[in-house]
């Protein structure tokens, strides 16, 4: 059984860094992309960023490129996402998702095991 624990969350003021880690375990195949997405209370799960199976293809949503960026390590089967000149926007819960896919998806549905959640809070 596959099972994804997020951490490193917080609160911080705008343009603080924070960095999300993503534990992968029980997974027999590094042959899998995996993606960030974030709630805010009242809205839907939105795409943040994603990295192919062998970490040579990311993307990220307008919102945050520039600002974020994804990395993993298959050997430690771990997925990062560097947070800087965070902004009260985004503010969200993150989760770290895993998909039977080759190349990354911005669509949450594609992805078939989530973690928990991490809340993120930024302060003005």
């Known amino acids: 059984q596959v099972r994804l624990v997020e951490s490193g969350g917080g609160s911080v003021q705008v343009g603080d860094s924070l960095r999300l880690s993503c534990a992968v375990s029980?997974?027999?195949?590094?042959?899998?992309?995996m993606a960030w997405f974030r709630q805010a209370p009242g809205t839907g799960r939105e795409f943040v960023a994603g990295i192919d199976w062998n970490g040579l293809y990311t993307d990220y949503t307008d919102a945050v490129r520039g600002r974020f960026t994804i990395s993993r390590d298959n050997n430690e089967n771990t997925v990062s996402l560097q947070m800087d000149s965070l902004k009260p926007e985004d503010t969200a819960v993150y989760y770290c998702a895993e998909g039977k896919l080759l190349h990354v998806s911005m669509t949450s549905t594609s992805y078939d095991y989530w973690g928990q959640g991490t809340q993120v809070t930024v302060s003005s």
């Open positions: 029980g997974d027999t195949s590094r042959h899998l992309a």
